[in-house]
């Protein structure tokens, strides 16, 4: 049997294709939008630290994640001397004026959680830190983060609004 030029041509073009198939499949390991569930410790913790450095030291800072309580290597990591760190499963939202609060202690206890997780690579992520006291007080951000040398770092910051 002999092959023409165009024959060739043709399976020279459908081995471009499932080369170049092949390696965008490798280039990302997880869906674009992945589950909230699934934001990494390592991503949670970057995203919760300065929300920690810059809250108030009086409060208890209630950690969820993906609506469920941050998990214990998320709460061992940012463990501070000064702060009282808990999974927010320990607190009650309030949207009264009183505010919410930590069940054990009531202290008063802002709630901050992270949502809207996508992965937008093998080294870039965004989501949203929410932060909660009543009604009338919470604020909220998107955080870009970028992987360095194996540490997820805060890129960019946008201010938003908690809903």
Known sequence: MKVGHREVAVALWIVRIVGMYISLAGTYTTSAWADESDIPDDI???????EI????????????????????????ALARPDRTIVPASECQAVIEPSGSFHI????????????DFKLDGPARASLKVKGYFNGKWGWGWTLDLV???????????????VA
Not at 147 to 161: D, P, S
């Open 44 to 50: 949670a913790i970057a995203a919760f630290a300065p």
């Open 53 to 76: 450095a810059d809250d108030s030291l009086h409060v208890v800072l209630c950690l969820e994640v993906g609506g469920s309580s941050a998990s214990d290597a998320v709460l061992h």
């Open 104 to 115: 054990p202690s009531n202290r008063p206890a802002h709630i901050i959680s992270l949502s």
């Open 147 to 161: 992987q360095q040398e194996g540490n997820w770092k805060i890129l960019r910051r946008y201010a938003g609004f």
